[in-house]
């Protein structure tokens, strides 16, 4: 079964940092582009990073550049986003992406509240 979870949300100051992971199952990991979406209260969700299959290249939205980092680990079948210098803009719920054999496949997410 194929099947994505994250974990590490939570709440956390602004200027403060989080790492969340994803844990993939159920297909040939290293063979995907792996993604992290975020949907914040009421708005679309929204496309954060994304990262290549060997872990060589990744693209990140503009509003997170420079301050978060998507990595990956084949061997153990991971997918990390490290989040340094969180704002308030940055609350949603986190979610990891792939697109497996032609369909979509999304976790369940994980939620990330930036507050004072």
């Not at 199952?25 to 299959?53: C, H």
């Not at 990744?58 to 989040?83: C, E, H, P, W």
């Amino acid at each position: 079964q194929v099947q994505l979870v994250e974990s590490g949300g939570g709440l956390v100051q602004p200027g403060e940092s989080l790492r969340l992971s994803c844990a993939a199952s159920g297909f040939a990991f290293d063979s995907f582009v792996m993604n992290w979406y975020r949907q914040a209260p009421g708005k679309e969700r929204e496309l954060v990073a994304w990262i290549t299959r060997s872990g060589g290249a990744a693209t990140y939205a503009d509003s997170v550049k420079g301050r978060f980092t998507i990595s990956r680990d084949n061997a153990k079948r991971t997918v990390t986003l490290q989040m340094n210098s969180l704002k308030p803009d940055d609350t949603a719920v986190y979610y990891c992406f792939a697109v497996v054999h032609g369909r979509d496949t999304w976790g369940k997410g994980t939620l990330v509240t930036v507050s004072s």
